[in-house]
C-alpha cells in the first residue's frame, strides 16, 4: 500500500516541476517590461530599477529561474502591492474561505447529482431521467456567473430569502473563534448557532450556484456509467444466479459504476477551481479568488502569479488523492 | 443475441458521403432535438455574419437620457448604464463570441488533433513529449491557467482564442492519441501495409478520416466551453475590452445592478451565451448519435 | 427417468422490437428436458438457440418478448410466474453459465465472495459458515488451493479457472437443470475438454439435467444423450445423439453433418454431394521460404517503478520469449499447417514472417531474400511486398469500414500494381467471381455484408497480385461451419488455380488436417513436433501432440 502511495507520488513530482516552469515562465513573457508590471502602474523609474535589481531581472534566465525556485522554498511568493503583504500570508489567511466553499459546493452536487444519475438509469424514460438530462444539458450550458447572478436576483431582490451578498457574514455577526477557519465548523465547535446560521445562510446562495455547475458533468457520468455498469455480463450472471435486486444495483452495479465517477472527481475539481473565481466575484466573497481578481485589476502581479502556483498545487494534491482513492476502490490498479 | 445475415436488409447502391448524409437525415427525422439544434445553429451564425448590420441602433451609441430603461416598444431589450440599445449590443456581440470560439477550436483541433494522433500512432519519443506538455498543462485547473495566460499576455482577443487553445490541447490530444492507439493494430491497418501503404500514408488517409468523426463531436462541444471561457475571462476583466460588446462583459457591467433590481441589463446577455451553448451542447450530442450510436448518453 | 419432463418447451416464439420493426427470433419451438438427461441445442449464429435459453431463464433483453408459448419447469408455469418467485428460482433451480468466463465474473469483488452472495441469496448458507461453504463449492470444481483461491480477483485467474468459478457459482445451491450457452467457446482445447469433463462428472453424479447450447457438433456428440437442430429460429430435428450422426433425416441437419471437419472425411466431403473434384495437386518445388533459428523478445514489465529501481529493489527479469528459436521450410505448392493453443507463438511467427513485426533474432529467407533484415517498417515499399499476402482471423476488423468492397480488394493493384480505371475495375470483378463473390455486392460496405462475404472479401484482396505466398491466420475462427465448409474448399480451389504455397495458422487440429500437407505442432514458442500431416494426426510421437488430439471432441464418424 505504502508502495503504491510512494509510486503516485512519483509522478506528481513531474507535474510539481512543470508546474514551477510554467508560472515562471509565464511571468517572464509579460509583454513590456516585466520589472515595471511588478512595481505598479504608478512606480517612478528608480522603483522601477530597484525592483529589476530585486527580482535580479538583468540576470540570465536559468539563474532567474534557479532565485524563483529558491525563493519558493522558503516561501517567498513575492510581495502585493495593493496591501503591501507578503503573499503568501494574504493567500493562507484567504484560502479556508474558498475551501469552505468550494468543498461545501462539491458536497451538494454528489449529495444530489449521484442518486439522480442512479435513479436515472435504473428508470430509464421515466420523470427522474428526464430531469436529470434537462439539468446535465442545462447546467452545462448556463455560465456559472449568469446562474450566480440569476440566484441573486430571485432569491435576494425578488424572494428576499437570501441575504445580501456581501461576504461571509452579514454586518451582525463576527467571526467565530478560529481553530479550522471553517466558520461552520468553528461556529459549532464554538456551540455558537447564531454564527452558525449567519455563516450558513451567507454561504447558501454560492454554495448551490457552484453545486449546480458540478451537478451536471457528475450527473451525466454517474448515469453513463450506471447504464453502462447494469448492461454488463457479470450483471447478467448475477441476476441468472436470481440475487436479489438490491443486491444486483448496490453490491454489483453501484461498486463497479463508481469507478469511472471517481475517475471523473478530477476534472469536476478542475471545472469547480475555475467557476470558484467567478462565484467569489459575484458574491464578493472573501478568497483567493477575489483576490487575484482584485489584484488582476490594479495590474499587481504578484499575488496572480501566487494564486496560480497555489491553484496547481492544491490541484495535483487533490488529484493525487483522487488517484489514491481509485487505488482503493479497484483492486486491478494494485497489479500496475 | 440475434445474429440478422445481411441479406435480409437488402439496400442500394451507396457512396461512403451518400451513406453518411442518408444516416444524417435519418437521425435528424427521429431526432427533432437534433434537427432543432441545427437550425438555431444557423440562426447564431446568420446572427453573426449579418446581425450588425441589421440591428435597429449602434451598440456603441451611448444617450444618458435613456440610461437604465426597462424593456419596452423601442428598446425590446432595455437600455444599460450608457442608454445603449441592449438587443443591439447582444446581436452584435454573436459575431465576437463566435468567432472566438470558432478559431480557438479550429486552432486546437488542427494543433492537439494532429500532435495526439502522431504520438499514438509512432509512439516513442513523440508520445513522450506529447504527453509530457500534456500533462504539464492538465496540472493546472483549465480555467486558471487561461486566467494566468491570458493576465501575462495581455488583454487581446488573440490571447483569448490562444489561451483557449491551449488550455483544450489536452483533451483534444489525449481523444486523438486514444483513437489512434487503437486503430494502430486493428486489422484493417495491417491490411493496408500489406498493400504497400507506407505508414505516414496510413495515418493520413486510413487513421484520420475514421477519427475526424468523433473529433467533429468534440470540437461541437468545445465551442460552446469556448465561449463560456472567453465570457468568463471577460466577467473578471481579463479579454475583451469595453466598449466593445462580448456578452461576458455586458453580463459584468449589468452585475452591479442587479441587486437594485434592474434585471434587464445582465439578464439578457445571458440568456443569449446560454442559448448558444446549449446549441453546441445539443448538436455535440445529436452528432454523437450520428457518429457513434454505441456512445449514446 | 419419470415421464414428466423436467422443462417442457411448447410452441415458443420470441420477438424483439428493432429499428426495422418486430423480429421473430424464435417461431413455435418445442423442446423437451427429462430429469438427468443431457440435451445439444446446435445450431449456426441466428439460430435462435441462445435466445431460447435467455426466454426460459427470463432474462431477455428489455427489447425481448415471449410471443407465444409456454414454459413449464418441474410442473410450474414459467411465463406467469411473479418476478420475485422467478428470482428464487433461478440460481436454486435452474442455472446458467455464459460464454467469455471473465467478462461474466464481477471484475472488483473476490471470487468467494461472489460465491457467497450467490450461497446465502438462496438460504443455502448464513453469515457464519458463508465462506467454509463457499471453499467448499470451491474444491468441487477442482480448484486447487481454494482456501487461497477464495480471496482472488477474476483478472487474476486463468481463463479456463474463472470458468471454473462461473460453473462453481451456477452449481452451488444445487439446481435441478443447467443451460450452458456456449461454455467453451474462445477456450483452447484442453482447457474445453477438462471444462465440459468437469460439467459432466458433476451433473451426472447429482442427477441433474442439462441444456447445453453450442455450434460444435463433435461437443455436441460427445457430451449429449439427445440433440435439437435448429435453424433461423425454428427447430428442425430432434433425435438421440447417436442416431442423428449416423442417421440426420432434414435436409438442413444433413448439410451442417457433412460440414463438420471429422476424421475420415476429405475437403470435398464437406460439401454437399455433387461438386467437382479437385485438379490434381502438383508435386511440392524447391523451397519457397525458410526459417531458421527465429526469436522473438519482450521486456517484461517493470515491477516496483521509477522509486523502486531507484532504491535498487527492482529485480530485473529475463525478457519473455513468445517465439523461442523455431525453423521451418515450406517448399512451392506446399501447404503447412502451424498448430498450437494461445499463447503459443504462432501468431507472433506468422506476423514475423509477414514482415509487420521485427525478429528479435535469426534469419528469414524468401526466395533466395534475406527478408528479416528488412525493417518492418520499410517492407511495404519492397518489391517483395506484393509476392507475400495474408488472410486475417477476424473478417469484419480486417475490412476498413469506410471503404466498399471494390476499394479493399483494389488497394493492393493501386499501392503495389500498374493497373488503372477500367481495367482496375475489371481485374476486381475477376477477383471476386473468383472468390465466388457476388459482382453486386462491390460496392457494398463492411456492415452491409454477411461473415461470409466478408470474408471472401479478405481472400480476394490477399490474392490480387498474385502472391506466391498466402499466410492464413485462422482464417475460418469466425465463421459458421457451413460457410467454413465453403471457404476451405474456396481457399484450396485457388491455392491449385494461382500456384501458391501457404502457411496455414489455426488451433483446429481437424482443419488443418483438411487443408496441409505437412504440419508443425508449436508450444510455449518452440516447436514440439513436425511432419507430414497423416503421419502427425494419426501417430503423433511428441506427448503434446497426443494430448492436443485425445482432447478435441468429434463426432462419431
Redesign the interface.
Known amino acids: 500500500m505504502l508502495?503504491i502511495a510512494?509510486?503516485r507520488l512519483?509522478t506528481a513530482v513531474?507535474?510539481?516541476v512543470?508546474?514551477v516552469?510554467?508560472?515562471f515562465l509565464?511571468?517572464r513573457?509579460?509583454?513590456g517590461d516585466t520589472a515595471s508590471y511588478f512595481a505598479g502602474p504608478v512606480a517612478s523609474p528608480e522603483a522601477i530599477a530597484q525592483i529589476k535589481a530585486q527580482l535580479g531581472l538583468d540576470q540570465t534566465l536559468p539563474v532567474q529561474f534557479g532565485r524563483y525556485v529558491s525563493d519558493l522554498a522558503r516561501g517567498d511568493l513575492g510581495t502585493s502591492l495593493g496591501t503591501g503583504q507578503p503573499v503568501l500570508r494574504e493567500i493562507a489567511t484567504r484560502l479556508p474561505a474558498s475551501a469552505e466553499l468550494t468543498l461545501c459546493g462539491l458536497l451538494l452536487a454528489v449529495l444530489v447529482a449521484v442518486p439522480m444519475g442512479i435513479l436515472a438509469a435504473l428508470r430509464q424514460g421515466s420523470w427522474v431521467d428526464h430531469l436529470c438530462r434537462v439539468l446535465t444539458?442545462?447546467g452545462?450550458?448556463?455560465?456559472?456567473?449568469?446562474t450566480g447572478?440569476?440566484a441573486?436576483?430571485v432569491f435576494?431582490?425578488l424572494l428576499g430569502w437570501a441575504p445580501?451578498?456581501l461576504g461571509r457574514l452579514d454586518a451582525f455577526s463576527s467571526a467565530p473563534p478560529a481553530v479550522t477557519n471553517f466558520y461552520l465548523i468553528d461556529s459549532l465547535l464554538a456551540g455558537d448557532s447564531e454564527t452558525f446560521l449567519a455563516a450558513l445562510s451567507q454561504l447558501a446562495l454560492p454554495a448551490l450556484t457552484l453545486a449546480l455547475f458540478a451537478l451536471a458533468p457528475l450527473a451525466?457520468i454517474t448515469?453513463?456509467s450506471m447504464l453502462a455498469a447494469l448492461d454488463?455480463?457479470?450483471i447478467?450472471?448475477?441476476?441468472?444466479?436470481?440475487?436479489?435486486?438490491r443486491?444486483v444495483v448496490v453490491?454489483?452495479a453501484f461498486?463497479?459504476a463508481m469507478?469511472p465517477v471517481v475517475t471523473t472527481l478530477g476534472m469536476v475539481?478542475?471545472?469547480?477551481?475555475?467557476?470558484n473565481?467567478?462565484v467569489e466575484?459575484?458574491f464578493a466573497w472573501p478568497g483567493i479568488g477575489s483576490y487575484?481578481?482584485e489584484a488582476?485589476?490594479a495590474s499587481d502581479?504578484a499575488p496572480?502569479?501566487g494564486?496560480?502556483l497555489t491553484?496547481?498545487i492544491l490541484?495535483?494534491a487533490l488529484n493525487l488523492a483522487i488517484d489514491l482513492l481509485y487505488g482503493l476502490?479497484?483492486?486491478?490498479a494494485k497489479?500496475? | 443475441m440475434t445474429d440478422m445475415p445481411a441479406e435480409a436488409f437488402p439496400l442500394p447502391r451507396p457512396s461512403a458521403t451518400g451513406n453518411l448524409l442518408r444516416h444524417a437525415r435519418h437521425v435528424l427525422a427521429g431526432n427533432p432535438v437534433t434537427a432543432f439544434s441545427f437550425l438555431l445553429l444557423l440562426f447564431l451564425v446568420g446572427c453573426a455574419l449579418l446581425g450588425p448590420s441589421l440591428v435597429p441602433y449602434d451598440p456603441q451609441a451611448s444617450n444618458s437620457m435613456r440610461a437604465l430603461q426597462p424593456p419596452s416598444a423601442q428598446h425590446l431589450f432595455g437600455t444599460d448604464q450608457l442608454g445603449r440599445d441592449i438587443l443591439s449590443r447582444v446581436v452584435a456581440a454573436t459575431r465576437l463570441d463566435l468567432g472566438i470560439a470558432f478559431f480557438s477550436v479550429a486552432l486546437v483541433f488542427a494543433v492537439g488533433g494532429l500532435a495526439g494522433v502522431a504520438a499514438g500512432f509512432f509512439g516513442g519519443w513523440t508520445d513522450r513529449i506529447v504527453g509530457r506538455l500534456a500533462d504539464t498543462i492538465m496540472a493546472f485547473p483549465l480555467f486558471v491557467l487561461a486566467m494566468g495566460v491570458v493576465a501575462a499576455l495581455g488583454n487581446t482577443v488573440t490571447n483569448i482564442v490562444l489561451a483557449t487553445a491551449i488550455v483544450n490541447f489536452p483533451l483534444y490530444a489525449r481523444i486523438a492519441r486514444g483513437e489512434a492507439l487503437v486503430r494502430r493494430e486493428a486489422g484493417y491497418v495491417q491490411a493496408a501495409r500489406l498493400c504497400g501503404n507506407g505508414e505516414m500514408r496510413i495515418l493520413l488517409t486510413t487513421i484520420l478520416p475514421n477519427i475526424l468523426p468523433i473529433m467533429a463531436v468534440q470540437m461541437s462541444l468545445t465551442m460552446g466551453y469556448a465561449i463560456l471561457n472567453a465570457a468568463g475571462l471577460s466577467f473578471i476583466g481579463l479579454g475583451v475590452r469595453p466598449p466593445t460588446p462580448e456578452w461576458g462583459i455586458m453580463v459584468a457591467e449589468g452585475a452591479s445592478f442587479i441587486v437594485s433590481g434592474e434585471w434587464w441589463v445582465a439578464l439578457f446577455p445571458g440568456l443569449a451565451l446560454m442559448l448558444a451553448v446549449f446549441c453546441f451542447n445539443l448538436l455535440g450530442d445529436g452528432l454523437r448519435d450520428i457518429v457513434d450510436p454505441q456512445r449514446r448518453t | 427417468m419419470s415421464d414428466i419432463p423436467l422443462l417442457d418447451i411448447r410452441d415458443l416464439s420470441v420477438e424483439f422490437a428493432t429499428r426495422r420493426g418486430t423480429v421473430r427470433a424464435v417461431e413455435r419451438v418445442d423442446l423437451s428436458i427429462a430429469k438427468g438427461e443431457t440435451v445439444a441445442v446446435v445450431g449456426e449464429s441466428g439460430s435462435g438457440k441462445s435466445v431460447t435459453s435467455y426466454a426460459v431463464m427470463r432474462i431477455l433483453d428489455r427489447a425481448g418478448r415471449i410471443a407465444e408459448g409456454s414454459v413449464t419447469f418441474s410442473g410450474m408455469a414459467l411465463r406467469a410466474l411473479p418476478e420475485s418467485e422467478m428470482r428464487d428460482l433461478r440460481g436454486r433451480e435452474i442455472s446458467m453459465i455464459f460464454q467469455n468466463p471473465r467478462a461474466a465474473l464481477n471484475p472488483i469483488r473476490k471470487v468467494g465472495r461472489q460465491i457467497e452472495d450467490v450461497l446465502r441469496q438462496h438460504g443455502q448458507a448464513g453469515r457464519a459458515d458463508a465462506r467454509a461453504r463457499a471453499i467448499a463449492v470451491l474444491e468441487q470444481v477442482r480448484i486447487a488451493r481454494p482456501a487461497e483461491r477464495y480471496h482472488a480477483y477474476p483478472y487474476e485467474l486463468s481463463g479456463g479457472m474463472c470458468q471454473r468459478i462461473v460453473i462453481a457459482l451456477a452449481l452451488a445451491c444445487r439446481p435441478q437443470l443447467l443451460i450452458a450457452d456456449e461454455p467453451t467457446t474462445g477456450l483452447d482445447v484442453t482447457t474445453q475438454k477438462s471444462v465440459m469433463d468437469l460439467v459432466t462428472e458433476l451433473t451426472r453424479a447429482r442427477g441433474m439435467s442439462t441444456l447445453l447450447i453450442t455450434h460444435d457438433l463433435g461437443l455436441a456428440a460427445t457430451y449429449c444423450d439427445r440433440v435439437v437442430v435448429m435453424e433461423k429460429g425454428r427447430v428442425v430435428e430432434t433425435a438421440g445423439a447417436a442416431e442423428i450422426f449416423r442417421a440426420p433425416s432434414h435436409p438442413y441437419t444433413r448439410r451442417l453433418m457433412r460440414a463438420t471437419p471429422r476424421p475420415g472425411a476429405g475437403l470435398r466431403d464437406l460439401l454437399p454431394e455433387g461438386a467437382a473434384p479437385f485438379p490434381p495437386a502438383p508435386a511440392p518445388g524447391a523451397p519457397l521460404l525458410r526459417v531458421e533459428g527465429l526469436v522473438k523478445e519482450y521486456a517484461r514489465q517493470e515491477t516496483g517503478g521509477f522509486l523502486a529501481r531507484l532504491a535498487g529493489r527492482a529485480a530485473p527479469e529475463a525478457p519473455f520469449r513468445a517465439v523461442d528459436g523455431i525453423g521451418f521450410e515450406i517448399r512451392r505448392g506446399e501447404s503447412l499447417g502451424l498448430v498450437g493453443e494461445s499463447g503459443c507463438g504462432k501468431s507472433t511467427t506468422s506476423m514475423m514472417i509477414m514482415r509487420l513485426l521485427d525478429p528479435t533474432a535469426g534469419r528469414i529467407t524468401f526466395d533466395g531474400h534475406d527478408i528479416g533484415s528488412i525493417a518492418a517498417r520499410g517492407f511495404a515499399t519492397s518489391p517483395l511486398r506484393r509476392r507475400i499476402q495474408m488472410v486475417f482471423q477476424d473478417p469484419t476488423d480486417s475490412l476498413n469500414p469506410r471503404h466498399s468492397a471494390a476499394r479493399a480488394i483494389s488497394d493492393p493493384i493501386r499501392r503495389l500494381g500498374t493497373l488503372r480505371g477500367a481495367a482496375l475495375a475489371s481485374r476486381v470483378e475477376e477477383l471476386a467471381t473468383l472468390v465466388g463473390l457476388p459482382v453486386a455486392l462491390l460496392d457494398r460496405f463492411p456492415h452491409q455484408l454477411s461473415g461470409g462475404q466478408k470474408a471472401r472479401v479478405g481472400i480476394a484482396r490477399a490474392i490480387a497480385l498474385d502472391p506466391d505466398l498466402v499466410i492464413l491466420d485462422e482464417p475460418t475462427a469466425a465463421l459458421d461451419v457451413s460457410v467454413q465448409a465453403v471457404v476451405l474448399n474456396l481457399l484450396h480451389d485457388l491455392k491449385l488455380r494461382l500456384g501458391m504455397s501457404y502457411l496455414f495458422v489455426s488451433h483446429d487440429l481437424n482443419v488443418v488436417r483438411l487443408l496441409c500437407d505437412r504440419v508443425i505442432v508449436m508450444r510455449a514458442g518452440r516447436v514440439e513436433e513436425e511432419g507430414p500431416v497423416a503421419q502427425v494426426l494419426e501417430r503423433p510421437a511428441a506427448a503434446y501432440t497426443r494430448e492436443l488430439l485425445a482432447a478435441i471432441p468429434h463426432p462419431p464418424a
Open positions: 508502495r510512494l509510486s512519483g513531474p507535474s510539481l512543470g508546474v516552469i510554467v508560472t509565464l511571468t513573457v509579460l509583454p444539458t442545462a452545462v450550458s448556463l455560465p456559472v456567473f449568469f447572478l440569476l441573486v436576483y435576494y431582490f445580501s451578498p451525466r448515469r453513463a454488463s455480463d457479470f447478467r450472471t448475477a441476476r441468472a444466479s436470481g440475487l436479489a435486486g443486491t453490491t454489483y461498486r463497479n469507478l475539481f478542475s471545472f469547480l477551481l475555475g467557476a473565481v467567478l466575484k459575484v487575484a481578481v488582476l485589476i502581479f496572480v502569479q494564486f496560480v491553484m496547481a490541484y495535483i476502490i479497484d483492486p486491478r497489479a500496475g
